[in-house]
């Protein structure tokens, strides 16, 4: 069943951050259909996050999607060359959104095996966020995209992941942040192999 727009407004960012664990992330890209159940997700809050790109109402053409309606792709580039696929969560103005880090691949294998120019399925397939979003054809022209059409959308297969099945643990790559960088933010499903490495 695809996930409806009333999931996205979720006011709290960490709960749809741990709710997207075990959720099927979907493309229809170039007319080829690919999916993956998420295993890793950061949650990220405009209002009170050091490490949001919109803390402190920063609104740039970069952000401005944040500041929509939840239910919508931000996606951007990570020093230059990867294209790191967000969901925005929340009301509009609210500024929040959930990074998905890895997913397991289900569908399209040999699809996603072409785009990361693999000839076999490995941990590295999907295992990271440039990386999914590479194999699930997802690039920065998907800005902005409606989670509820069907060229990104998600569905929920009812995969139950029970508290004692999530690791959390502080977030990636985001020093800068301070304090916040210690928020335990991140979330994995416990000795799920598609997860990226623990830092």
Same mark, same amino acid.
């Given at each position: 069943?695809?996930?409806?727009?009333?999931?996205?407004?979720?006011?709290?960012?960490?709960?749809?951050?741990?709710?997207?664990?075990?959720?099927?992330?979907?493309?229809?890209?170039?007319?080829?259909?690919?999916?993956?159940?998420?295993?890793?997700?950061?949650?990220?809050?405009?209002?009170?996050?050091?490490?949001?790109?919109?803390?402190?109402?920063?609104?740039?053409?970069?952000?401005?999607?944040?500041?929509?309606?939840?239910?919508?792709?931000?996606?951007?580039?990570?020093?230059?060359?990867?294209?790191?696929?967000?969901?925005?969560?929340?009301?509009?103005?609210?500024?929040?959104?959930?990074?998905? +880090?890895?997913?397991?691949?289900? @569908? *399209?294998? $040999?699809?996603? &095996?072409?785009? #990361?120019?693999?000839?076999?399925?490995?941990?590295?397939?999907?295992?990271?966020?440039?990386?999914?979003?590479?194999?699930?054809?997802?690039?920065?022209?998907?800005?902005?995209?409606?989670?509820?059409?069907?060229?990104?959308?998600?569905?929920?297969?009812?995969?139950?992941?029970?508290?004692?099945?999530?690791?959390?643990?502080? +977030?990636?790559?985001?020093?800068? @942040? *301070?304090? $916040?960088?210690? &928020?335990?933010? #991140?979330?994995?499903?416990?000795?799920?192999?598609?997860?990226?490495?623990?830092?």
């Amino acid at each position: 069943m695809k996930i409806t727009k009333e999931f996205y407004e979720n006011e709290d960012v960490v709960d749809v951050a741990k709710q997207l664990l075990g959720k099927m992330l979907c493309t229809n890209i170039d007319g080829v259909f690919t999916s993956g159940k998420i295993v890793e997700t950061e949650a990220y809050c405009g209002a009170i996050d050091k490490a949001c790109h919109a803390h402190l109402n920063r609104r740039t053409k970069r952000t401005e999607v944040m500041f929509g309606e939840g239910g919508h792709a931000y996606v951007y580039l990570c020093y230059g060359i990867h294209a790191l696929f967000n969901i925005v969560t929340n009301k509009k103005g609210s500024a929040d959104a959930v990074l998905i +880090r890895a997913i397991e691949p289900v @569908a *399209g294998i $040999d699809t996603m &095996l072409e785009r #990361r120019k693999m000839d076999k399925t490995a941990y590295r397939l999907t295992a990271g966020p440039g990386i999914l979003s590479q194999a699930l054809g997802i690039d920065t022209s998907h800005y902005g995209t409606d989670l509820v059409d069907n060229l990104i959308w998600l569905e929920d297969h009812k995969v139950v992941v029970d508290n004692n099945e999530i690791i959390s643990s502080a +977030r990636v790559g985001i020093d800068y @942040a *301070g304090e $916040d960088a210690l &928020l335990p933010w #991140r979330f994995r499903i416990r000795d799920n192999k598609w997860c990226s490495k623990a830092k």
